[in-house]
């Protein structure tokens, strides 16, 4: 069966420090993988997509990467965090046409 | 305009009411349609996909108008449970395309 894997859960994290956000996906191979943003009490923020290893698509303009080095890994990064990074991160994959599985999400203070 | 676009809320009713919720989207190629829920703090999670005809499972049930390009959730017989945000979610009809959600319904169901 397939399972997502994103950690850490919370992460508390001071201004200009960087950040390293983890999901791994297992149990099926090439799926399409996101990075979601979501602050409090608003919706999902797309922030990227992968369709492929080393694909990334990003959907807005803003301080944090993404890297794909393995079909079933995708990093989210960022080198200098800002107050605005605050927010509940959640990583999420799909096959073509299916619905999209998503991790228990990271919820990520910067202070 | 947003890709996707639901009613916005919050919805407050009464134990046993039924409520419904409309979500609109504007690729006439879209693919497969999916309503989601979300717990406080929580990831998101199916909560039922959208066929062509209509389905529904207990409670719930869903149906999709290609033509108005719209889906719709009706909920009967609402619970205490039930109070969640509601994500509808749009697919594209390839694998380079990325799922679109909705930014979500809030439903607070009162006793």
């Known amino acids: 069966s397939q399972t997502i894997h994103q950690w850490p859960a919370t992460l508390v994290q001071p201004v200009g420090s960087p950040l390293s956000l983890e999901c791994t996906v297992e149990?099926?191979?090439?799926?399409?993988l996101y990075w979601y943003r979501q602050a409090a009490g608003r919706g999902l923020q797309l922030l990227f997509y992968?369709?492929?290893?080393?694909?990334i698509s990003s959907e807005v303009p803003q301080n944090l990467s993404a890297s794909r080095p393995q079909d079933r890994q995708f990093i989210l990064s960022s080198k200098k965090l800002l107050l605005s990074d605050s927010g509940f991160y959640l990583c999420?994959?799909?096959?073509?046409?299916?619905?999209?599985?998503f991790g228990q999400g990271t919820r990520l203070t910067v202070v | 305009r947003k890709e996707v676009e639901q009613d916005p809320g919050p919805f407050n009713v009464p134990e046993g009411a039924t409520v419904a919720f409309n979500c609109t989207y504007s690729?006439?190629?879209?693919?497969?349609f999916f309503w989601y829920r979300q717990d406080c703090r929580k990831e998101p999670k199916l909560l039922m996909s959208v066929y062509s005809s209509g389905n529904e499972d207990g409670r719930f049930t869903a149906q999709l108008n290609r033509a108005s390009q719209y889906i719709s959730l009706l909920i009967r017989d609402s619970k205490l449970s039930d109070s969640a945000t509601y994500l509808c979610?749009?697919?594209?009809?390839?694998?380079?395309?990325?799922?679109?959600f909705g930014d979500g319904t809030t439903l607070t169901v009162k006793p």
């Open positions: 992968s369709v492929g290893i080393g694909q």
């Open positions: 149990g099926t191979s090439n799926p399409n």
């Open positions: 999420a994959w799909s096959v073509l046409g299916t619905r999209a599985f």
């Open positions: 979610v749009v697919n594209p009809n390839t694998n380079a395309g990325k799922s679109t």
């Open positions: 690729n006439s190629a879209s693919q497969s």
